[in-house]
């Protein structure tokens, strides 16, 4: 499945996984990082299966909206967020 250029599919994960450091519902994710829901349903997949993004039930005091999901991003997702910034670091200190 092609989502267009590497840096622009980093990029777009780096976005969805900052706007789900805190659990949110997915328009959420859509609003802040301007996609489509055809572009989330796709992101929402490969970063599930990556296990970077993980959603559950909306079930807690907050969010109790048992029809809902909530997504957060993973342990995995904050070090991928951490070794990505890193990149951009270096690459700003290259050019």
């Known amino acids: 499945m092609s989502l267009g250029t590497r840096s622009d599919t980093m990029t777009i994960i780096a976005r969805i996984l900052t706007a789900a450091i805190k659990p949110c519902?997915?328009?959420?994710?859509?609003?802040?990082?301007?996609?489509?829901t055809t572009q989330w349903q796709k992101y929402r997949t490969i970063l599930i299966k990556a296990q970077l993004?993980?959603?559950?039930?909306?079930?807690n005091k907050v969010y109790f909206l048992p029809s809902k999901t909530l997504y957060q991003t993973t342990e995995k997702g904050k070090t991928f967020l951490k070794k990505y910034a890193e990149l951009l670091t270096m690459l700003e200190i290259i050019s």
């Open 25 to 36: 519902l997915q328009h959420k994710i859509i609003e802040k990082c301007s996609l489509s």
């Open 53 to 59: 993004l993980e959603a559950q039930p909306a079930t």
